[in-house]
Each structure stands twice: as C-alpha cells, then as structure tokens.
C-alpha cells in the first residue's frame, strides 16, 4: 500500500509556472505507476499526466501536451508535475494517483491510490 502526500499548489498568474509533488510512503514506489489529475469546481475529475514504474513512458491529456512535464525520483519517492504557461482553465484541485504494477500509464488504468489534493489557481 501507498500512502500520497501533494503540495506545491497556489496562486499564479496565467503564464506562470508551478511545480507539483506527491510524496510517497512505503518501501515499493518504484513498482507503482503514478498519474496526476484534477477537478475544477462544477467538473468531473479528468486525467491530466502519467508516468510508467520505471519513468520511461508518460502520457498527456491533449490539453496539457507542451506545457505539462511528468517526472519522478524513485530515490525519493516522489512524483513531480512542472506546469509551464498556466492558464485560467488549468485551475482545479490536483490529485496524485498510485497503481501498482507495470504497462502504460493510461487514463483508465485501475488507479487504486489518491491523495488529498492540492489547489492550482490561475488568475487572467
């Protein structure tokens, strides 16, 4: 089991930049393929980013492709989301997700493990 910890949310200015990360509890990380996601006020909770166990695969959400880069240090167990030239539409809680095991780390994978969330606002 793994326990998700995100922080690195605030407020920006649309063209700015934050960093997400999700830290990560138990011994297993590096088995666990990790996705970040998120739910504006009044949507359903989309996927935006996902990273394979081994971080050799990534995934996008078509409207996060260029700006958005997943990453992670399976040292530190941790999982990071680079936001480049935000937008007011990016505002949302962002979610950090676990699923063990290998494959493609897709939007409809099985993801068995959820943050707290942590809250982006983008200001025009």
């Known amino acids: 089991q793994v326990q998700l910890v995100e922080s690195g949310g605030g407020l920006v200015q649309a063209g700015g930049s934050l960093r997400l990360s999700c830290d990560a509890s138990?011994?297993?990380?590096?088995?666990?393929?990790m996705g970040w996601f998120r739910q504006a006020p009044g949507k359903e909770r989309e996927f935006v980013a996902g990273?394979?166990?081994?971080?050799?695969?990534?995934n996008y959400a078509d409207s996060v492709k260029g700006r958005f880069t997943i990453s992670r240090d399976n040292v530190k167990n941790t999982v990071y989301l680079q936001m480049n030239s935000l937008k007011p539409v990016d505002t949302a809680v962002y979610y950090c997700?676990?699923?063990?095991?290998?494959?493609?780390?897709?939007?409809?994978?099985?993801?068995?493990?959820w943050g707290q969330g942590t809250q982006v606002t983008v200001s025009s």
């Open positions: 138990g011994r297993t990380f590096s088995s666990y393929a």
């Open positions: 997700a676990a699923d063990l095991g290998l494959g493609y780390p897709s939007a409809d994978r099985p993801w068995a493990y």
């Open positions: 990273i394979s166990w081994g971080g050799r695969a990534t």
